[in-house]
C-alpha cells in the first residue's frame, strides 16, 4: 500500500486485526491515530545512513522477542531503544 493515504493504510491494518509496522511518522500523532483505536502501531525512526537500518532492525527485533501485547499500543523504534504508549 505504499504511497496510500494513511487513513486508507490505517483502515485496512483495522480490517486486518494486524500490528502497522511504518517509517511513516505520521502514524506516532495519537490525536490521529489513538491506540486506544488499534490493533498495534510500530514506528520505525530511522534515516537511511549507514548503520542505521541495521541498528533499528536490531531494536525491532528485541521488540518482537520482548513484548507479548501490540493491541492499543503505539511503540517507537530508534537505533538505541524502543518506547510504548498505552494511552489515549
Known amino acids: ?35 486506544s483505536s488499534h490493533h498495534g502501531v510500530i514506528v520505525l525512526k530511522m534515516l537511511p545512513e549507514p548503520g542505521v537500518v541495521q541498528a533499528v532492525h536490531r531494536v525491532l527485533r528485541g521488540l518482537l522477542e520482548e513484548e507479548e501485547k501490540f493491541k492499543g499500543i503505539l511503540f517507537t523504534v530508534d537505533t538505541h531503544k524502543y518506547r510504548k504508549r498505552k494511552r489515549p
Open 1 to 35: 500500500m505504499s504511497g496510500a493515504e494513511d487513513s486508507i493504510v490505517f483502515r485496512k491494518a483495522q480490517e486486518m486485526g494486524a500490528v502497522l509496522v511504518t517509517n511513516d511518522k505520521g502514524f506516532g500523532d495519537i490525536r490521529d491515530f489513538p491506540p
